[in-house]
Nanobody, 119 residues
Framework: QVQLVESGGGLVQAGGSLRLSCAAS????????MAWFRQAPGQDRELVAI????????YYADSVKGRFTISRDNAKNTVSLQMNSLKPEDTAVYYC????????????WGQGTQVTVSS
């Protein structure tokens, strides 16, 4: 069973950048599909980006496409989210998540890290 710990959140002005990191332990990291989700106050949690296990295939929500980049380092058991051109509407708690390739749902979650973008 994998454990996930996010870091890198904070307060940034609109137009700025942040890089989130997620460190995984307790499992075979390369066997997991990894993703970032976010949840703003009063809103449902939404998928931000997904990255495949080893080929690095990615998917992005339309709202972040062209601004955010997900990447992973299987040797270091980490997944990152580079966020550029941040907007106030990107303000949310960001969560790292993992699922086995055979699983339908993301079963493993980090505790979340707050990202606040001021206008």
């Amino acid at each position: 069973q994998v454990q996930l710990v996010e870091s890198g959140g904070g307060l940034v002005q609109a137009g700025g950048s942040l890089r989130l990191s997620c460190a995984a332990s307790g499992g075979t990291f390369s066997s997991y599909v990894m993703a970032w989700f976010r949840q703003a106050p009063g809103q449902d949690r939404e998928l931000v980006a997904i990255i495949s296990r080893s080929l690095g295939n990615t998917y992005y929500a339309d709202s972040v496409k062209g601004r955010f980049t997900i990447s992973r380092d299987n040797a270091k058991n980490t997944v990152s989210l580079q966020m550029n051109s941040l907007k106030p509407e990107d303000t949310a708690v960001y969560y790292c998540a993992a699922r086995k390739s055979s699983a339908a749902n993301f079963d493993y979650w980090g505790q979340g890290t707050q990202v606040t973008v001021s206008s």
